[in-house]
């Protein structure tokens, strides 16, 4: 498990998020850093990019994509 599957494993479990982590981006994404799919319940992290960016970056944008998966999950902890 690396570094991302770690961080992720303990965010969700942080956060009580029942959510899957994939590393294949969907169609039309493969330029994108991450996103959310709220009706499959998971987190893309597109890996083949990331060696663009230094480690703080790439948990950023892991960080970044798990606050939209917060959002659809528990809208109502969001204004």
Avoid at 51 to 64: A, K, P
């Amino acid at each position: 498990m690396n570094d991302i599957e770690k961080l992720f494993a303990e965010l969700t479990a942080e956060h009580g998020l029942d959510i899957k982590l994939s590393f294949d981006m969907p169609e039309g994404y493969s330029n994108a850093h991450g996103t959310y799919d709220f009706e499959k319940r998971t987190l893309f992290y597109n890996s083949k990019i990331m060696d663009e960016f230094d480690e703080y970056d790439r948990v950023f944008i892991l960080c970044h994509e798990l606050r939209h998966a917060m959002q659809y999950d528990r809208p109502e902890e969001f204004s």
